[in-house]
């Protein structure tokens, strides 16, 4: 059975950061693509970063690129989101998302995922 189990998240001051890690466990998979999602309230869920084992350049949303940051372990099958210069409005619940046999497109553009975790909350405010 594939778990994802988030941790990291909290309150920050604008300007701040977190980092985010998710542990996959289960896989028996050959590829994958594992990526970092968020609701805010009120909004839908939205993709934030993702990687594949396919290789390739990480995604990264257009709101977030230049402050977050994805990386992973060396099997990919645990996978960190360090967020800097954090912004009110990236206050969200942050979700672990993985895609079977999928690219980081099929992930995040498509929102092809197969397992979510259980979510982390990430407040930022003064």
């Known amino acids: 059975e594939v778990q994802l189990v988030e941790s990291g998240g909290g309150l920050v001051q604008p300007g701040g950061s977190l980092r985010l890690s998710c542990a996959a466990s289960?896989?028996?998979?050959?590829?994958?693509?594992i990526g970092w999602f968020r609701q805010a309230p009120g909004k839908e869920r939205k993709a934030v970063s993702c990687?594949?084992?396919?290789?390739?350049?990480?995604f990264y949303d257009h709101a977030v690129n230049g402050r977050f940051t994805i990386s992973s372990d060396n099997t990919k099958s645990t996978v960190y989101l360090q967020m800097d210069s954090l912004k009110p409005e990236d206050t969200a619940v942050y979700y672990c998302?993985?895609?079977?046999?999928?690219?980081?497109?099929?992930?995040?553009?498509?929102?092809?995922?197969?397992?979510w975790g259980q979510g982390t909350q990430v407040t930022v405010s003064s």
């Open positions: 998302a993985v895609g079977v046999g999928a690219s980081w497109s099929d992930l995040c553009i498509f929102e092809g995922a197969d397992y």
């Open positions: 289960g896989f028996t998979f050959d590829h994958w693509a």
């Open positions: 990687i594949s084992t396919y290789g390739g350049d990480p």
